[in-house]
């Protein structure tokens, strides 16, 4: 039904960042959308550190950067904000390298999984949760509050999504090591559930792959019992 709304965001428990201070900046021009702006609280190689960084609609990691190589070098420089942090490595725009530690000078070496590289993507990972509500509801039986109730399915349509977890059933093979990613999955999916049982199950669906990830839908089949 194309139905958009507000869902919250707890960046502090996804990630190891905190948000210090928030602002949006309004573009008065109205040809470009408005800016949110945050200062960045993170222990970084055992010091506190702040950073200036703003959201934007294409990134898929935290406190990420774009880092421009050639073909002669595997090194990746200019990470000096991540000293010692572990870092998500995405070369070409689509090809996950994988997890790297940054050294003490804020380099990553990529020589163990490539040669080289033209462009790179570099960042914090993150896991993002969700964890959708099924409402109790009154049937002809009466109300299904306090009934034990077991998740059957999930049916969800995802647009331009690679990687997604849902009740620890994986979409696709991960993880996809110095190869590019498949193909996106667009469209409906059915997933079956077991095992989610009791007054209060929890279903899960979670995504940590520097991919991006769009749920326009999610229906969940119940089944109730006394």
Request: aromatic share 8%; proline share 4%.
């Amino acid at each position: 039904n194309s139905v958009l709304g507000w869902s919250p965001t707890h960046y502090d428990t996804a990630t190891t960042s905190r948000v210090w201070d928030m602002a949006v900046v309004t573009s008065l021009s109205g040809t470009r959308d408005d800016s949110v702006y945050m200062v960045m609280s993170r222990v970084i190689d055992g010091s506190q550190q702040y950073s200036l960084e703003s959201f934007t609609e294409t990134a898929v990691l935290d406190s990420e950067v774009t880092v421009l190589g050639s073909p002669t070098t595997s090194i990746i420089t200019g990470l000096t904000h991540l000293v010692g942090e572990t870092v998500q490595v995405l070369a070409e725009t689509q090809f996950y390298l994988g997890e790297f530690v940054v050294s003490s000078e804020g380099t990553v070496d990529i020589s163990s999984v490539a040669n080289s590289f033209n462009i790179a993507t570099v960042g914090l990972p993150f896991t993002f949760t969700m964890a959708p509500a099924v409402v109790d509801i009154d049937g002809r039986s009466g109300s299904t509050h306090g009934h034990k109730r077991s998740y059957d399915r999930a049916i969800l349509y995802l647009n331009n999504t690679r990687g997604v977890v849902v009740d620890k059933y994986s979409l696709q093979s991960m993880p996809w090591i110095s190869g590019p990613a498949p193909s996106a999955i667009n469209g409906w999916q059915d997933v079956p559930v077991l095992g989610l049982y009791g007054t209060n199950p929890t279903l899960s669906i979670t995504h940590n792959n520097p991919y991006t990830i769009e749920m326009q839908s999610i229906t969940i089949e119940v089944s109730y019992s006394d």
